[in-house]
């Protein structure tokens, strides 16, 4: 194991959880915060959540939620504002990060 990899995985565990933000409108903001994940949300409808993604590499991700979307994730929030996606988030192109997020922390598939 790399020290990359393995600090990464120690920062995981130690760093503070994230948190869940909500906008109004159909849309992520252009700047998102640094470590909390963002849900656009129009009136009663969900649409999608956006986050840096946590490697570091800078790269916004955006993953929708409205039913009709194919991909699609579903999210949950604990009582602390702690958020949980399923399924996992699995980048296929530029960093190649695949991870869970689970009450507010990154869990990295290896």
């Given amino acids: 194991m790399s020290i990359a990899i393995w600090w990464r995985n120690i920062w995981a565990r130690i760093a503070p959880p994230r948190h869940l933000r909500v906008v109004e409108g159909d849309s992520l903001p252009k700047k998102l915060p640094r470590r909390d994940l963002v849900l656009a949300r129009d009136g009663d ?62 869990e990295w598939c290896d």
């Fill in 45 to 106: 409808e969900d649409w999608c959540i956006g986050m840096r993604c946590p490697c570091g590499c800078g790269r916004t991700i955006e993953l929708l939620v409205i039913p009709e979307a194919a991909p699609r994730w579903d999210f949950s929030v604990d009582h602390k504002g702690r958020p949980s996606l399923s399924p996992s988030v699995w980048l296929q192109k530029g960093c190649h990060s695949h991870f869970w997020l689970k009450n507010g922390r990154v």
